[in-house]
């Protein structure tokens, strides 16, 4: 069979690597080769050596703003996220009434596309800020905050809904044997069921905090970066470096690998976490 | 005695959750009356309700289509993510099961190179591939499908790999007996025993590209937008924009999405968990 089936590599894999050299391989090559060139289009690039990354860490650039605004608001959102899905989550396991629906509504938000999004929760929070006379691009804080609410009310039911499959997988037996035991509510918490649900933490803690680090639609539609360009987080920082003036493509090039070297390190350590609690399981 | 102290809680906790519930829906409610109102009535008090000087009827939605041709931009999204999914279901099922079924080095590293683009954020490619797309013609509704099924191969290609490999054998020896070609049974042995998994890739995948916005927009944006590039097309100039129209597209974005969503929501959500805990 596998000698058969081995002669019919052109039908099986070739459609699928053709579109994948076109679409991912070949860009990602270009990508890291143009990273040390100046160019405008892809054909007139001149070989600059470090010229672009050294670019990115001087003074005027907004990168390592635009990192710290986006460390700061992962880190927020993660938690955030986190603590509120896994609270509902609770409650959604307590066999109450309603619970389905509950769970229906909280989901939806996170169908939604996040362009659509950020213009739903502009409207929101400006309708709030007119109130102070101001709008949304007035601080860089109301920018934070605003994508702070918009990714929880997105991302919430989607977590909640991995916690609560977790929590449901927790045996009946454990919570008995612990009542006979006397336990209060918080240790049963503690040293039931947190220890149980570990696994379903450690993916959406993953979850989250990919999604936020490499947000880029709902940052674009919300705030744009304004004012100026304080609330653009890396992805963002990325796409105006390449198109918002002719001449730093490099630039834009070369933090987008930066960025790629993130996000592979933040894939590794999930890998390495999910990795040793399988060995622990 | 402890049971109605048990049944309290349990209203406090119905009354805590339908609150919450309420704030989930409310944003999207506040958007829905806005539609109605005039322009220059939403951005400074959007949480007052039509009144008979401020409701303007359909008119936004009206002013809206026009605006950004909305019919063509639903086409164009529904098109685009129909025949990607489509397309991404068949090629990367066949080169799933293929590279699970056929071990030699060069199968094993194309296996990597599919696992390893999921890490690979799109900024990283999104220039060069634009470019690329450029110059191959691709910058049409047909060729962007082609774009798809290559970045959707990572994900796709990995989760029926994980699936592929858990059939047993024996029923593909079977159909080799009985005188079965590989097309032949991957077609009618394999591809009906990955259904399941089919599905959940199949809702990743039209969920990712239904909303998408930077592939179509850097790709075939200035001649054809989908509903994503359309919505943020109509906000144009901060200053100028038509906050009526605004509002009525976001409606008219989130209908289909709330229409799908009725009637298979119980696939989409085990698909996004059984993705989330895979992937």
């Not at chain 1, 605004?69 to 992962?74: E, G, H, N, S």
């Not at chain 1, 336990?183 to 989250?208: D, E, G, K």
Request: charge should be positive; charged fraction near 10%; include cysteine.
């Amino acid at each position: 069979m596998q000698k058969t089936l081995k002669r019919y590599f052109p039908i099986f894999v070739a459609p699928t690597l053709l579109a994948f050299l076109i679409a991912f391989a070949i860009p990602f090559i270009m990508g890291i080769y143009l990273s040390f060139t100046k160019f405008t289009t892809v054909t007139n690039a001149q070989f600059v050596g470090l010229y672009n990354y050294k670019q990115i860490f001087t003074a005027g650039d907004h990168f390592l703003h635009a990192l710290w605004f986006t460390v700061k608001f992962t880190v927020v959102s993660t938690i955030t996220v986190n603590v509120i899905a896994f609270c509902l989550a609770l409650l959604l396991t307590k066999g109450l009434r309603g619970t389905h629906f509950f769970r229906t509504v909280f989901f939806m938000p996170n169908l939604i596309g996040g362009i659509v999004l950020g213009y739903i929760w502009q409207l929101i929070i400006n309708g709030f800020l007119s109130g102070l006379g101001v709008d949304i691009t007035y601080s860089a804080n109301y920018g934070f905050w605003g994508l702070v609410l918009l990714t929880n009310w997105q991302l919430v039911g989607y977590m909640m809904i991995i916690y609560i499959a977790g929590l449901q997988n927790i045996s009946k037996e454990m919570y008995e044997a612990a009542s006979i035991d006397g336990a209060r509510p918080m240790q049963v918490l503690r040293h039931i069921t947190l220890p149980l649900v570990m696994p379903s933490i450690t993916i959406c803690f993953f979850l989250t905090l990919t999604n936020s680090f490499k947000m880029f639609d709902q940052n674009y539609a919300l705030t744009a970066g304004a004012p100026g360009r304080e609330t653009s987080m890396l992805a963002l920082d990325i796409f105006q470096t390449f198109y918002g003036s002719v001449g730093s493509e490099g630039i834009g090039q070369a933090k987008a690998v930066i960025f790629f070297i993130l996000v592979a390190l933040l894939a590794g350590i999930q890998l390495y976490f999910t990795r040793k609690r399988e060995v622990d399981v | 005695m402890i049971l109605k102290k048990e049944s309290i809680k349990a209203v406090i906790a119905t009354v805590f959750l339908s609150l919450v519930a309420i704030a989930f829906v409310l944003p999207i409610i506040i958007v829905l009356f806005n539609s109605f109102k005039g322009q220059f009535y939403i951005s400074d008090a959007p949480f007052v309700l039509p009144t008979k000087e401020t409701f303007v009827g359909i008119q936004n939605y009206i002013n809206g289509i026009q605006k950004i041709n909305f019919i063509s931009a639903f086409g164009y999204s529904l098109f685009i993510t129909c025949f990607s999914v489509f397309g991404i279901l068949l090629t990367s099922s066949m080169t799933a099961w293929y590279l699970t079924r056929v071990k030699t080095r060069v199968n094993t590293a194309l296996y990597y190179g599919f696992i390893f683009s999921m890490i690979v954020p799109f900024q990283m490619v999104m220039f060069t591939m634009s470019k690329i797309a450029n110059l191959l013609r691709l910058e049409n509704p047909v060729g962007i499908i082609l774009l798809y099924i290559g970045f959707g191969a990572g994900m796709s290609v990995f989760m029926f790999s994980g699936f592929a490999r858990s059939i047993p054998r024996a029923l593909e020896e079977a159909a080799e007996i009985d005188g079965c070609n590989p097309l032949q049974m991957f077609f009618y042995v394999v591809f009906p025993l990955l259904k399941p998994i089919a599905i959940t890739i199949a809702i990743l995948n039209a969920m990712w590209i239904w909303n998408d916005y930077l592939l179509p927009y850097l790709v075939i944006g200035t001649k054809y937008r989908t509903i994503p590039v359309a919505v943020q097309y109509l906000q144009g100039g901060y200053g100028s924009r038509d906050m009526g129209a605004l509002m009525a597209m976001l409606i008219l974005a989130i209908i289909p999405i709330v229409v799908f969503y009725a009637f298979s929501q119980k696939s989409i959500i085990s698909g996004v968990v059984a993705g989330a805990v895979k992937g």
